[in-house]
Nanobody
Framework: QVQLVESGGRLVQAGGSPRLSCAAS????????ICWFRQAPGKEREFVATITWNGGRLYYADSVKGRFTISRDNAKNTVYLQMNSLKPEDTAVYYC?????????????????WGQGTQVTVSS
């Protein structure tokens, strides 16, 4: 069992660079792939970025590629999402999710554990 808690969401101006954190409980955190998703009001949830268990493979949605960076610190049981050059269309609730498939990718359909989400609002 893994519990995930996101933090770092806030109101920022366009162009800002907040960093989101996904803190996990459990001793097996390092064996999970982690994904960031987001959901904007009135829209479906969408994939943002994924990192495999050891950080060896990273995947990004085209909409954030070159602006967002996903990373992890397994010693701290934490995954990060560094967000740069934010745009108003990045406004959403951001969720992290964990998969028991350590090599899960952006195409993995099932994610086993979810956090409660953190709100990011980008003003123009």
């Amino acid at each position: 069992q893994v519990q995930l808690v996101e933090s770092g969401g806030r109101l920022v101006q366009a162009g800002g660079s907040p960093r989101l954190s996904c803190a996990a409980s459990g001793r097996t955190f390092s064996s999970y792939a982690i994904c960031w998703f987001r959901q904007a009001p009135g829209k479906e949830r969408e994939f943002v970025a994924t990192i495999t268990w050891n950080g060896g493979r990273l995947y990004y949605a085209d909409s954030v590629k070159g602006r967002f960076t996903i990373s992890r610190d397994n010693a701290k049981n934490t995954v990060y999402l560094q967000m740069n050059s934010l745009k108003p269309e990045d406004t959403a609730v951001y969720y992290c999710a964990a998969s028991t498939n350590a090599m899960a990718t952006m195409w993995t359909p099932k994610w086993d554990y979810w956090g409660q989400g953190t709100q990011v609002t980008v003003s123009s």
